[in-house]
């Protein structure tokens, strides 16, 4: 039986039904922005930068804009954080939950048709104005989290705490459809994701963890690991929620703190990974438990299939 989201979201409660059918909008739209951007002369780069010292993609900004104002139509968000714009920046007085969102993940893909995403996080608001330091809450306190992945089909995936369900775009009927009911993670993988060019970086556990994945038959971990590496997350976090597998942007020494960012890239994932039974951590403690301490602080990722990610924290110890 045909279940589209507006039908699976009569299970929420009504702002998060709400919440959640504005960003399934949102995504709608970026996915048909990027799908034409070859079209409408969106490719390529913006000419700006962004806090991340990162050179924003035109289409970077075209989806952070689509984000807003979609999500924003809802009315339940008093404040929303992006990875695009410096600052947070309020919206409406009588929202109850805040929005944090990548609005365009592995961007550096998008002129070259390699599948990119977008990721949100939803938070409680404060019942006064929202400041920066309201969105400084640990993973654990988010209500909702979830991706769109603009690939060979769009899909949605969303988790609100009781499982992880997977939508794919019917663009017949411009409706999300549940395809990937209670997505789970295999406890066990042969496949790891990793930037091996960062290799002369790593710190000792990783090194030995990626040296004993790729040691072959003779090794400690028997027959070999496949590598993967799309330098897009959402890409990746997807196929290990379909197939296993582990993924790991780590600190090193040219990155002290990794790259990836922990309130609109590691904690939405994390909840979404731990929910579908993996596993995440920075190597030092769970991503879910970390108390952010700047909006885009950047946190070490190692995630995925619960039992690898068990491994890499052993070696860490
Ligand atoms: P974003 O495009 O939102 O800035 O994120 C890119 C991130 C992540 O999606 C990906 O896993 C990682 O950067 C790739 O990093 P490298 O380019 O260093 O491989
Ligand atoms: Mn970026
Ligand atoms: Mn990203
Ligand atoms: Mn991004």
Redesign the pocket.
Known sequence: MTVPLSTWLQTQHSDMRQMLGNIAGACKVISNAVARAALSGAQGDAGSGNI?G?EQKKL?IISNDIMLNWAGACGHFSAMAS?ELDTIVQCNPQGRYLLVF?P??????VDVNIS??S?FSILRAPEQTPTEADFLQTGRQQIAAGYALYGSSTMLVITTGTGVHGFTLDREIGEFVLTHPELTIPNDTREFAI?A??SRFWEAPVARYIDECVAGKSGPRGENFNMR??????A?VHRILIRGGV?L?PKDSAKPNG??RLLY?ANPMAMIVEQAGGASSTGQQLTLDVQPSQLHQRVPVMLGSKNEVARLIRYHE
């Open positions: 991340q990162e970077d990875e990548d365009l993940d592995g961007s550096s893909n990119v995403g990721i930037n060019s960062n590496w799309v330098a897009s997350m959402v990746e993924f942007y790259k990836l890239e």
